[in-house]
Each structure stands twice: as C-alpha cells, then as structure tokens.
C-alpha cells in the first residue's frame, strides 16, 4: 500500500510539471509575427504610426499591437525604468536614460523609419503667413516680440518642447504667453479660434486629420518657415523635408529593447520595409526609402500605338 502511494504521488508530480511546461509554451507563443506587445508612441506621431498598425495587423492576423500614446518625457521615463521594452520617438536613449539595459547587456535595436517635420500655424485670418524661425527663439527666450501673441504646445513634456527649447539653448520656457494642452488636437483647436497665435504641432496631424478635424484645420493656415540665413520661406511638405529645406525636420525612430527577437523586431521591419514606406509616403512625411514603382505597360496600347 505505502508503495502505491509513493507511486502514486510520483506520478502526479511529473503530471503537474508536464502540464506547467505545457501551458508555459503555449503562452510563451510570441514570435516577429505573432503574439502580443504595447508600443509606446510619441503623441505627435500617432496618426502615421496608427495606420501602420491597422495594415500590420490585416496582414498578420496572430498579431496584437497595443498603442499607448505618451509624451516623450514620459516615454523616456517607462523605458528607463524597464517598464516598457518599445517605443516610437523621434530620439535615442542617452546613455543614463539606458543604464538599465545596458546593465542586462540589452543593446537597442535602433530602426529609422522617416523623416517628419515641425508644423507652426496661425488663425486663417492671419495675413501673414510667413516666420522666421529666429522669431520663436527670440520669443521663447523672453525677448520682446510682437509679431504674435503666444505660442502654443501640445504638452509640456512633449517631443516639440524639448526641441524648440534645444533650438533656442534654454532649459525653461518662459510662463507669460506660452500655453500647452494635452494633444496636437486641442492645439489646432485653440489656434483656429484665437488670432495671433502660433501652434506648434507635428506635421502628419495636420496631413491626415480625424473626420472631427478635418472641418477645424480648414480654420488654420500652415506658415512657411525660414531661418535668417536662407533666402527662401519654406512650407513643411514633403520634398523640403526630405532636402532639409524645411529647418525644422527631426527623424523618427523605433527603439527596440527586447531580449529576443519578438513581435516588435517584425512590427519594425514591417514598417521600414516596402508596404510601412509606401504608408509614411501616403501620409505626408519622407520615408527613409523610396517604394519602388511598378509601371505596367498595356498591350492593347502598344499595338494601338504601333499602327
């Protein structure tokens, strides 16, 4: 009888630890193109990164892509921390911001996916559609400026922030007439209906807007920018952007932190690829590639033209 038991009980533990394995495979189940990931996505990317998703997923159909629109200080903050492995900005990690993974021997798989552009608009109303770029710096410096009255952000700690204070060398920006929101949306909004100020947004927000946008960015005018130097005002479509006319251009990047090569290696490559570059072609920014074309010649035409 004791050995039955001592038998029995045996048994049911190599049961037990079969079963675990078993259901620990099938959950560990993510490949480059299966499985299930959250992407962090700087919010004044969303639109074009939305898109990309829509299409991945109608390819793939083992494919989940959860996206989580933050802004990029805190983006910048999850990754650091290791709380997320995935992120679309339009920057790197520096090396403290990484320390984490550097400390698992995690190198970043770094993937350029297109060139995108700063937006800067005004009221419809507005006569004068054209900006010097030195007159944001003057103004968000705190110098005297009357040629608008106030520039607005999407957010505080957002991508266009962090880069129009690095263009005017400024750790703060000033708290009279500088205002910030939530989204490029409430940006647009408050510029349609407030004259005299300047909106700072990102480019495809404006190039592919929502149903409910499409009536108020009819409400703004995009301004053409130059610096002092350049001789030309340039507006933020694609062949300035992608000859960096246009002065104020950033490029946007996927920074992969996974240990193995999961579902975000795939999603990335994806989007660098032929299909993701004909989609940023669509929407208005520089792809990093231009798609190839395929031109197909009719017979018909041919015969008819040889005659």
């Known amino acids: 009888m004791k050995n039955k038991i001592i038998l029995f009980s045996i048994v049911s533990i190599f049961a037990i630890a079969f079963a ?61 921390k290791n709380k997320n492995q995935l992120a679309i900005l339009s920057r790197e990690l520096t090396k403290s911001e990484g320390e984490i993974f550097e400390i698992k ?45 106030g520039i607005v952000f999407d957010n505080p700690n957002s991508s266009t922030v962090r880069y129009i204070k690095e263009l005017a060398k400024i750790d703060k920006l000033p708290v009279d007439k500088v205002f910030s929101f939530k989204t490029n949306n409430e940006v647009i909004k408050f510029v349609s209906n407030n004259e005299g100020m300047i909106g700072v947004v990102g480019v495809n927000w404006l190039t592919q807007p929502s149903p409910e946008m ?73 792809p990093v590639r231009i798609p190839s074309r395929n031109i197909v010649i009719r017979k018909g035409i041919e015969n008819k033209n040889n005659k």
């Open 214 to 286: 499409g009536k108020i960015i009819t409400d703004v005018k995009v301004l053409s920018v130059k610096f002092s130097k350049d001789k030309n005002f340039v507006k933020p479509s694609q062949d300035p952007i992608a000859s960096r006319l246009y002065p104020l251009t950033r490029e946007i990047k996927m920074l992969n932190y996974q240990p193995n090569a999961g579902l975000g290696m795939g999603f990335a490559s994806f989007m660098a690829g032929e299909i993701g570059q004909r989609i940023i072609l669509k929407s208005g920014l520089v």
């Open 105 to 149: 021997k995690i190198r970043p798989k770094v993937t350029l996916l297109a060139t995108d552009g700063i937006a800067l608009i005004s009221h419809r109303n507005n006569n004068d559609t054209l900006i010097n770029v030195e007159d944001i710096v003057d103004f968000v410096q705190g110098k005297n400026n009357n040629k608008f009255k």
């Open 20 to 80: 675990c394995n078993k259901k620990s495979k099938n959950e560990d189940t993510e490949t480059i193109l299966k499985g299930k990931v959250t992407v962090l996505v700087d919010e004044t990317l969303l639109p074009i990164i939305e898109d990309q998703v829509e299409v991945f997923q109608s390819q793939y159909d083992g494919a989940t892509i959860n996206l989580v629109g933050k802004s990029e200080s805190e983006i910048v903050q999850l990754l650091s």
